[in-house]
């Protein structure tokens, strides 16, 4: 899967009242002029449900989704659409949800109702323009009830279910435990059509990726953030311990599985300099591992426009400030 490029936020978290985002045209063309050609749409099922009633899905709604895709097939980029809140699961406020996607049945039928609903709106746009990512950052086996085998037979029939309908539609998974554990039990997902790509996450060390999030109360107690030779969770972090993390997804890929970064960055509260160092030794990494990947921003504290780290220095580039280094280090790890 190789498709460099960008999450893009437009129908991310469902407020009352609050309608998805159009597309982003000028993000958009400043991705097709620097040559990336992936966009990572995360959505929020609310924005088409309504009290939980997820078999009536308001497909005006779809429209949105419909501009989406039809914008970057103009542009040559590819468009990955996720859940990020499924019914019955997201990583962020899952108090919130009415049913448990891991052991409700109505969760899980409605989950596989959705993609095939997607499936039946999409058929026949080429898995170039379109991948399927199915559940954004599954848990920990153990957190809801879920486990490797519950997890592992709703991916196989929510694939089957998609593939029934548009046999050729791509399909991505995200890792478990929020996306940084590889799957093996999952290699061969998808056969005997196309494989399914196998999405991980660039986070690691949290200490450095996630110092003063708001929403990760990890990093308290700790030091300001170095790189290289960050001491965090019993282990010094540098290129090769990032090596040392991304080896069972290596050993997926050996089994002919392809990989995907389908997340990864650092928040604003990390020197950039620090950032730009871990960078640097990622976006090697990725290189060597031939391993494409999706930033979680384009704007924002994530992102390469005026992310707001101490240190940065911008450059304004088709009308964003942008971390011309930043900006520099993922066009130069490309394959």
Known sequence: MPYYGFNFQWMFIWNPGQQPEEPDLKALDFLAAHGFNFVRVTTDYRFWTKDHDYFHPDEKIFEYIDRYLNACREREIHLS??????????????????????????????????????????????SRYLSFDLLNEPPEPGQYGMTREIHADLMQRT????????????????????????????????????????????????????YKATWWSGWEGLPEPVYPNLEWAWMTWNKE???????????????????????????????????????????????????????????????????????????????????????????????
């Open 81 to 126: 659409l996720n859940q990020h809140r499924a019914p019955g699961y997201c990583i962020n406020a899952n108090h919130l949800e009415k049913h448990n996607l891991w052991t409700d049945e109505i969760a899980q039928e409605a989950f596989i109702f959705l993609w095939q609903t997607f499936a039946r709106r999409y058929k026949g746009v080429p």
């Open 159 to 210: 694939t089957a279910a998609v593939r029934e309908i548009d046999p050729e539609r791509e399909i991505v998974i995200d890792g478990l435990g929020g996306g940084h554990m590889a799957m093996p039990e999952l290699v061969g997902l998808g056969e005997p059509g196309a494989r399914a790509v196998h999405s991980g996450r660039g986070y690691m060390p949290m200490a450095l990726t996630h």
């Open 241 to 335: 311990t990032l090596r040392e993390v991304y080896q069972p997804w290596r050993e997926v890929q050996a089994q002919g599985t392809p990989v995907h970064i389908g997340e990864f960055g650092c928040f604003n509260h990390t020197s950039n300099d620090v950032a730009l160092r871990w960078f640097r030794d990622l976006f090697s990494l990725y290189r060597e591992f031939g391993w494409g990947y999706s930033l979680w921003g384009f704007e924002g504290a994530f992102g390469i426009v005026e992310h707001g780290r101490p240190g940065a220095k911008y450059e304004t580039v088709m009308g964003y400030r942008v971390d011309r280094e930043l900006l520099d280090l993922m066009l130069e790890s490309r394959v």
